[in-house]
Nanobody
Framework: QVQLVESGGGLVQPGGSVRLSCAASRIIFSIYDMGWYRQAPGTPRELVAVTTSGGSTNYADSVKGRFTISRDNAKKMVTLQMNSLKPEDTAVYYC?????????WGQGTQVTVSS
């Protein structure tokens, strides 16, 4: 069973930066599409960014130019660098691994953007 463990969340001021990491285990990491999703209270979970097994990336319009997703297949890790944070970025951020019908989630890490 795939295991995903996120780290790096916390409280940050508007305009600040946070780096989230997701460590994967029990997975052939290189064949999976890896993504970050987020969910704010009372809203559905939404895609933030994804990096495919082929190395391409895709971002939600709301984070383009501010967030960067990257992966390290050797270390089985995916990171999300978040810059120029806004209060509306406040949410629980979840790591996701997807391959075919296999779809796994981490436990989530809270990011709060507030002064």
């Amino acid at each position: 069973q795939v295991q995903l463990v996120e780290s790096g969340g916390g409280l940050v001021q508007p305009g600040g930066s946070v780096r989230l990491s997701c460590a994967a285990s029990r997975i052939i990491f290189s064949i999976y599409d890896m993504g970050w999703y987020r969910q704010a209270p009372g809203t559905p979970r939404e895609l933030v960014a994804v990096t495919t097994s082929g190395g391409s990336t895709n971002y939600a319009d709301s984070v383009k130019g501010r967030f960067t997703i990257s992966r390290d297949n050797a270390k089985k890790m995916v990171t999300l660098q978040m810059n120029s944070l806004k209060p509306e970025d406040t949410a629980v951020y979840y790591c996701n691994a997807r391959w075919g019908t296999n779809n796994s989630w981490g436990q989530g890490t809270q990011v709060t953007v507030s002064s």
